[in-house]
């Protein structure tokens, strides 16, 4: 494509998760390269993630940022990293519902319920994966995963490798975490309120402890951290300013105790987030 474009033609990828930095180094001029990432549907979905290369010239990312301004979108600027801003921090989301799951605490219903009856987010998790479809949630799992050099806080989980493996994709295949066919009973969720606030904290400071990681390590500003993750997923609030409102030292002694608990590296908590939480 280089090849057949004027010199001063800008080069993008909407990829979400290959590196930026890599697609960059095959062109003989990279410094015109950049990532600008929609969310589904793009017409609707108001963020964009605007992803530099290292050889991307700065002016581009300002050129870029003003016309997506033009187009009244949100955009907001990643460094080149895994995931990006929104399929990093919003792993846990995922990831820890399905860890409650496997741990036989609660169903998918329940699940969902909690996460939208105490935390007021539009979709649970489970019901989210079906919409997403699991092949491919689980294929972003997998590779954010990998590409984090198997770090135990991104290591995918075994049910939504079977339910991929098993054609069980969501809504798409009419069968996922849900039934789609019309023919099953619909399954109720617990009511214990209990229960459904210990569902939600444990999802929550896992997901405020991802928010407050990605800042520690540069990866976004905490102002396009914020609006990333309440603009591209709809989630009722930004994590930090929740963690906030919480008190990180809150965040802190929950996520402390999941650790001792299980003595598990996933649960390891950030540093900015501990350091936060001391003053």
Not at 93 to 120: N, P, V, W
Not at 191 to 217: H, T
Request: aromatic residues 12%.
């Amino acid at each position: 494509m280089e090849s057949i474009v004027s010199n001063d033609c800008v080069l993008a990828t909407n990829t979400s998760s290959i590196s930026i930095t890599s697609l960059a180094s095959c062109l003989q001029n990279p410094t015109r390269f950049i990532g600008i990432h929609f969310f589904n549907p793009a017409p609707i979905m108001p963020l964009v993630e605007i992803i530099p290369a290292l050889q991307t010239n700065n002016n581009l990312v300002k050129e870029i940022h003003q016309l997506l301004l033009n187009w009244n979108k949100k955009p907001v600027v990643a460094k080149d990293t895994p995931g990006f801003i929104v399929n990093r921090i919003a792993r846990p989301f995922y990831s820890e519902a399905l860890r409650i799951y496997e741990e036989q605490i609660a169903d998918f219903a329940t699940i969902d319920f909690a996460m939208k009856h105490i935390g007021g987010f539009k979709m649970g998790p489970f019901e989210l994966m079906d919409f997403i479809g699991n092949d491919v949630n689980y294929a972003v799992t997998e590779s954010v995963f990998k590409a984090f050099y198997y770090d135990p806080r991104y290591k995918p989980s075994f049910t939504q490798k079977q339910y991929a493996d098993a054609g069980w994709h969501g809504r798409k295949s009419t069968k996922g975490y849900y039934d789609y066919s019309g023919n099953i009973e619909l399954v109720l969720p617990s009511n214990d309120e209990k229960l459904l606030v210990e569902i939600f904290e444990r999802i929550l400071v896992m997901l405020i402890n991802e928010a407050m990681d990605a800042l520690y390590l540069g990866i976004a500003s905490e102002k396009d951290i914020e609006l990333a993750m309440t603009k591209g997923v709809n989630y009722p609030k930004g994590l930090i300013n929740w963690g906030k409102e919480k008190s990180f030292s809150w965040v802190v002694d929950k996520i402390d105790t999941l650790y001792g608990l299980y003595h598990e590296d996933r649960y390891r908590c950030s540093p900015l987030l501990r350091k936060k939480a001391s003053v």
